[in-house]
């Protein structure tokens, strides 16, 4: 056959990004805290032959033929997820975390009510620390559902009181616990407690802290709530997807809750499951399944407290004074610089983590108070102890400098709001390069591992 022996053209270009991708991971130092480290083994199964099948269905429910190894894929998944997370039921199709919640809320409250009026979710407010797909109006959620948020006290925690308040005046269909920008243990019986008053349905996102629990480091919710959901990628350390789990007590309180999640799921949401990321969910949920997880998780939460605790003797506030978790949220709000410019500046010197809101932020959305860190990527890269002490001077300094430079520039909060003036404060930090070749260094001498505990070779 003509052209038998040529060789393969390659895609030089996207190749050579993924290159440039590689080694910006291996030079940075992640502390972004919804961003991990997956596995050889993970992203192997990720890249399999399994990206190829349509699978619309379920076990032995599918729409295609030659379903017989999806189906065990997708049947190993769910037993994993099961046993790992203590649940009845878990469905492993949602393509997103914030997919996988619009199909909770869906099935939860039912297409046939959503037909007649909206529903009602109460989840914790953006600017408190909450999701986007709790009920944010950004959120498609907020087309088909009302969202009633709650927030935080003067400490800075969940204000169970004004929540019991506001959920007997509003009567929500259902109370979302769950975070991306909370630093203490969710503290499911006070949910529950505040659920069970307006009769609503109980719904976790555990995404930020699915690892946690998996490592038995954070209490978990299942003995508290009907539903949860999480995605798979953060301190779960594993493909991207997401799961939906229903309770025993889920199963109780509505025996038809399962198919309607199900359901929702798909056909209303999506299409096809993809069987390569179920495949990845399958390689993570075992990896977490071990007993050197529960090591990594404790070295998530150890490393969190330390990096908190040495942030704050160099004059970086906390909120709520700590951390319990694997985050930590700097609030920034007495030092005189964003947020925003913080963020910026941190990534020159190769490291990673997002600006944020803080509770009672007088910045605007756009240019936050607050800097947002977390230690999973940081914890599977076994940095330790001395390194967060570390980590914790160069951005004590990066901040210091970002001050002292936006003071000797003149310039005010409203300033700070231009891209180039914001630059401008940047560029004005000397020792910038540096902090930059200190964290080079540390990356170099603990590099990210490729397999963490075993081979499943």
Do not use: C
Not at 189 to 202: M, N, W
Not at 413 to 431: A, L, N, S, T
């Amino acid at each position: 056959m003509a052209g038998e022996h040529l060789s393969p053209r390659v895609d030089v270009e996207t190749f050579s990004l993924i290159s440039r991708a590689e080694a910006m991971r291996a030079e940075h130092a992640q502390f972004v805290p919804s961003v991990n480290y997956p596995s050889r083994n993970v992203r192997d199964a990720v890249g399999s032959v399994l990206i190829e099948p349509y699978a619309e269905g379920r076990p032995n429910a599918r729409y295609y033929p030659g379903q017989e190894v999806n189906d065990d894929v997708e049947r190993l998944a769910m037993a994993r997820a099961r046993n790992l997370f203590d649940s009845d039921v878990v469905n492993v199709q949602p393509h997103s975390g914030a997919v996988a919640n619009f199909a909770a809320y869906t099935g939860i409250v039912g297409k046939d009510t959503l037909r007649q009026r909206r529903g009602r979710i109460m989840g914790l407010s953006l600017a408190a620390g909450g999701h986007l797909s709790h009920g944010a109006d950004v959120s498609a959620t907020s087309v088909f559902f009302d969202s009633i948020p709650y927030g935080l006290d003067q400490d800075g925690k969940i204000d169970f009181e004004a929540m019991l308040e506001r959920a007997k005046q509003t009567k929500p269909d259902i109370i979302v616990a769950g975070t991306t920008a909370y630093s203490r243990f969710l503290e499911w019986d006070k949910f529950r407690f505040v659920a069970d008053q307006v009769g609503a349905h109980l719904h976790a996102d555990i995404s930020h802290i699915a690892g946690l629990i998996a490592g038995r480091v954070h209490p978990s919710p299942s003995e508290w709530v009907d539903t949860w959901m999480t995605t798979t990628h953060k301190s779960l350390r594993g493909a991207r997807g997401a799961m939906i789990g229903i309770t025993e007590r889920g199963k109780l309180k509505d025996p038809k809750l399962v198919s309607r999640i199900n359901s929702a799921v798909f056909p209303m949401l999506q299409g096809g499951p993809h069987m390569h990321s179920i495949a990845g969910i399958a390689v993570t949920l075992f990896e977490a399944s071990q007993p050197e997880f529960r090591d990594y998780a404790g070295r998530v939460v150890e490393t969190a407290k330390v990096l908190s605790d040495e942030l704050q003797k160099r004059g970086i506030p906390i909120v709520t004074g700590g951390t319990d978790n694997h985050l930590l949220l700097a609030d920034l709000t007495t030092r005189g610089i964003s947020g925003k410019t913080v963020s910026q500046a941190l990534e020159r010197v190769y490291i990673l983590a997002n600006s944020n809101s803080v509770p009672s932020d007088p910045n605007p959305f756009t240019r936050p108070a607050g800097v947002r860190l977390g230690t999973p990527a940081a914890a599977s890269r076994n940095l330790g102890h001395e390194e967060m002490v570390q980590f914790a001077d160069f951005i004590g300094r990066v901040v210091d400098g970002l001050e002292e430079s936006k003071r000797t520039l003149g310039l005010s909060d409203e300033d700070e709001i231009d891209k180039d003036k914001r630059q401008g404060i940047i560029e004005q930090v000397v020792f910038l390069g540096e902090i930059r070749e200190g964290v080079r260094d540390i990356t170099g001498r603990f590099p990210i591992p490729d397999h963490y505990m075993y081979d499943a070779t």
